[in-house]
């Protein structure tokens, strides 16, 4: 298992280039003098409409059925699968072609070392992931919602890259974080971990790296076991928290630590009616020594404020979050259901839910219904 390595600032920051796409175009002669491919219309659109939509109906919207929503099916949603649900799926659901598991549009500005002083004696070492239009070169101007990723008890923000770099490419600015102290032997108090997320959102909001590229209203946090659970007291305490996504969170403490220690900090119950955010979580039930029944996934959705969501992955193991080449290390049984498809639920999640709770973006509610999609025979969902 990989430990996190604490590095010195003469550690050289990493920037990883993305990708900007672009179209071809071609063009013909018609005989009306235009340059349309052939028609009468003298439009430059290839039809004989006269409209510049490229179809034959006169309607302007680019499809043979005249209806007017841009496909050729004729039912009139939009996509060409004929089941009037606004999709290519053609499964009726209104999901099948969203493809959130998928990178979103946007490149991605990387930087691996963040050096963030939370406060004169504690520093947060942290990776950047953001939205970027010119190749990774820098960020784009946004704003863009702000999410602060946390990791699991002994790992670091590295085996998390692929769900910061997957963030950023659907528009979100994310800092994943390393909890301090978090190595082989993770912290006994978790109540300063939170704090420290607090300072970090305090210290993107006054970063000039940031300056017109951050909604300040628009915040959001997500965390693996340990990190979920710091996520939620974070959440608890800070207001200006509108949406949490919990990766398999656990509401433990460390060995030795009980009710009436000067460390103990619970979330669940105890701070969940607290919570300004909306609550999604993703879990699984199969490792009761890494994520106790009692103290699961479960917990966090079943004491949260509604609405929230809650999917259960089948089979799947605690570690399956990671993007570790192995299954587990200590966390067994394994699970039989893959890490790939955990983690593309994970990524389908992330996206929508904050989408949906930070953007408004009503046109996830049908993602969030894992109706269909990679691994959807895999989960059972709950709402509130």
Not at 84 to 113: A, W
Not at 244 to 266: E, F, K, L, R
Request: net charge negative.
């Amino acid at each position: 298992m990989r430990r996190l390595a604490y590095l010195s600032f003469a550690t050289a920051l990493l920037f990883v280039l993305g990708c900007a796409e672009g179209s071809p175009s071609a063009t013909g002669t018609d005989t009306a003098g235009g340059v349309d491919a052939g028609n009468p219309g003298g439009d430059g659109d290839g039809d004989t409409g006269g409209d510049g939509d490229g179809d034959t109906s006169g309607d302007g919207d680019g499809d043979t059925s005249g209806d007017g929503d841009g496909d050729t099916s004729g039912d009139g949603d939009g996509d060409t699968s004929g089941d009037g649900d606004g999709d290519t799926g053609g499964d009726g659901d209104g999901d099948g072609d969203l493809g959130l598991e998928e990178p979103g549009e946007f490149g991605v500005f990387f930087n691996s070392l963040l050096v963030i002083n939370v406060s004169d004696e504690r520093t947060v070492f942290a990776r950047l992931c953001a939205p970027s239009t010119n190749g990774g070169t820098t960020i784009a101007p946004g704003p863009f919602p702000l999410i602060i990723a946390s990791p699991g008890a002994s790992f670091g923000a590295d085996v998390y890259a692929s769900y910061c770099e997957h963030m950023a490419s659907w528009g979100f600015i994310v800092v994943s974080q390393n909890l301090i102290g978090n190595v082989v032997i993770p912290p006994s108090a978790h109540g300063p971990l939170a704090a420290d997320t607090s300072a970090v959102i305090d210290w993107a909001l006054n970063q000039a790296l940031f300056r017109g590229s951050i909604a300040r209203d628009k915040i959001g946090l997500a965390g693996h076991s340990l990190g979920g659970k710091v996520s939620f007291l974070t959440a608890a305490d800070d207001p200006r928290v509108g949406a949490v996504v919990g990766w398999d969170p656990v509401d433990t403490n460390g060995p030795g630590i009980g009710p009436g220690d000067a460390d103990y900090t619970s979330a669940t119950p105890e701070r969940m009616g607290q919570l300004n955010a909306k609550v999604a979580v993703i879990g699984e039930t199969l490792n009761p020594f890494c994520a106790p029944l009692q103290q699961n996934f479960r917990q966090y959705f079943e004491h949260a404020p509604s609405p929230a969501l809650e999917i259960e992955v089948l089979d799947a193991g605690h570690e399956a979050w990671t993007d570790e080449t192995e299954d587990c290390r200590l966390c067994t049984p394994c699970g039989t259901t893959p890490k790939d498809t955990v983690r593309a639920l994970t990524r389908r999640l992330n996206v929508a839910w904050f989408r949906r709770h930070l953007l408004g973006d009503t046109a996830m509610d049908a993602a969030l219904r894992f109706s269909s999609g990679p691994g959807t025979d895999k989960v059972v969902v709950r709402t509130k």
